[in-house]
């Protein structure tokens, strides 16, 4: 009675992995559904076989003569333990691959919406390129249209990077020199999160993203917005913090589509006051965590590329983070 009480909180923790922003057991898209119908029926079968075996075992061990004598047959060594492996496994890699086949990538429609998602250290560069060619560039977070296919395509400028978001997809390498593509259709809306399922070096366990699928008309509204250069800071911190921002030369990574910020080294920060996130998915997305972020950023994010600058004092982080909030 005791391990029992003391197993069942155990076992509560462990389901809470069956659910969530990050679960395979709670899918959202298309192909993570096929995946989740294939999980359950391997699961739900070795457990099955477990079961039997378990069953033959106790039977050897404390049946009575006549159950060890037909258990030691030859007939059910054969069949037990060459016949159904056998059919069963073809049954199941047939299955597998009937169900997974679907999922394969459609031919290139030019009226589907593409993102272009680059690996970068340790933060990914996310650029979206709709029917009419325009581009619109973020970071650290994706946005879908619920019900409609998505090409996502997948490349890295340093290593091997892969692209993991359970609830919607399997995962898919994003390989130096190669651009492979994936399917992306979200089935309902909400927030996934998404993480490198590839040891990359440095940052590598920060290295997290958020996929957010919204309805249609609301993410057709959103990406006007988001192709939209950076709306003039209003307020005296905030427009301090943005001449800080130029001034200090911030300009040199970071990008701020409507002003003189041009870099391409870091993420474009355009409309960075309007992600779910900071830092690839590192830190909630405030004004505190911005000011955080430019004062510690080696402590909050071991080994990524952005110094720390303790070179501002607290008053000017505090601007920098009123005008980075402001960039909605």
């Avoid at 996310?126 to 998505?150: F, H, K, M, Q, W």
């Avoid at 040891?199 to 959103?222: K, R, T």
């Avoid at 997305?285 to 911005?290: E, I, R, S, T, Y």
């Amino acid at each position: 009675m005791r391990s029992a009480v003391s197993i069942a909180p155990l076992t509560l923790l462990l389901l809470q992995g069956c659910t969530g922003v990050q679960s395979v057991f709670d899918p959202s898209g298309t192909e993570a559904e096929r995946i989740n119908t294939l999980a359950w029926t391997l699961i739900l079968l070795s457990t099955a076989v477990l079961a039997v075996v378990c069953l033959i075992a106790a039977g050897a061990l404390w049946g009575g003569e006549r159950r060890r004598a037909r258990i030691s047959r030859e007939r059910l060594v054969i069949g037990g333990g060459l016949v159904f492996p056998t059919l069963t496994l073809s049954i199941l890699l047939s299955y597998g691959f009937y169900l997974m086949g679907s999922g394969l990538p459609a031919a290139r429609s030019d009226g589907r919406l593409r993102i272009e998602v680059v690996g970068e250290r340790w933060w990914w560069r996310v650029t979206y390129v709709d029917d009419s060619g325009r581009r619109a560039e973020s970071a650290n977070e994706i946005r879908l249209p619920v019900g409609r296919p998505v090409e996502v395509e997948l490349t890295s400028t340093n290593v091997i990077h892969s692209f993991w978001v359970p609830r919607l997809a399997g995962k898919l390498d994003m390989i130096p020199g190669r651009t492979n593509i994936l399917t992306l259709r979200a089935t309902k809306a909400g927030i996934s999160r998404g993480q490198c399922a590839e040891y990359c070096g440095g940052a590598h366990a920060f290295m997290s993203f958020y996929v957010i699928a919204m309805p249609p008309d609301q993410f057709d509204a959103w990406l006007v917005e988001e192709a939209d250069d950076a709306r003039i800071p209003t307020g005296a911190n905030p427009a301090a913090g943005q001449a800080l921002f130029l001034s200090a030369g911030c300009g040199a990574c970071h990008a701020v589509r409507g002003t003189e910020a041009r870099g391409t080294i870091g993420p474009d920060l355009t409309h960075v006051g309007s992600r779910r996130s900071l830092a690839a998915a590192t830190l909630e997305n405030d004004a505190d965590a911005f000011a955080r972020w430019i004062r510690d950023s080696q402590h909050v994010k071991p080994e990524n590329l952005m110094p720390s600058y303790g070179i501002f004092t607290e008053s000017e982080r505090s601007q920098l983070a009123s005008y980075l909030d402001q960039l909605r």
